[in-house]
Nanobody
Framework: QVQLVESGGGLVQPGGSLRLSCAASGSISSFNTMAWYRQAPGKQRELVASMTSGGIRNYGDSVKGRFTISRDNAQNAVYLQMNSLKPEDTAVYYC?????????WGQGTQVTVSS
């Protein structure tokens, strides 16, 4: 059983920054992928960024150059630094952990970009 708890969402003006955090606890393998997904109203959930326990990163095209994913393997935590935020970044952001024994999702945190 794995639990993921996100924090750091909120309301920010266009051009601003936010940092999301996700803490994982429970039965976690040393080899895993942690990621951030987002889902806007009326749209499908999409990958924002992912990072393997070995350090390989992957970003969605719409966030490349603006968002940075990082993680602390010792703490089983993943972070998402979001800069130059746009109104189209507004969504619920979900933390994800994938490992051989299965996948887990957080409850989501709302990010709203609006003036």
């Amino acid at each position: 059983q794995v639990q993921l708890v996100e924090s750091g969402g909120g309301l920010v003006q266009p051009g601003g920054s936010l940092r999301l955090s996700c803490a994982a606890s429970g039965s976690i393998s040393s080899f895993n992928t942690m990621a951030w997904y987002r889902q806007a109203p009326g749209k499908q959930r999409e990958l924002v960024a992912s990072m393997t326990s070995g350090g390989i990163r992957n970003y969605g095209d719409s966030v490349k150059g603006r968002f940075t994913i990082s993680r602390d393997n010792a703490q089983n935590a993943v972070y998402l630094q979001m800069n130059s935020l746009k109104p189209e970044d507004t969504a619920v952001y979900y933390c994800y952990l994938g490992q051989l024994r299965g996948t887990s999702w957080g409850q989501g945190t709302q990010v709203t970009v609006s003036s």
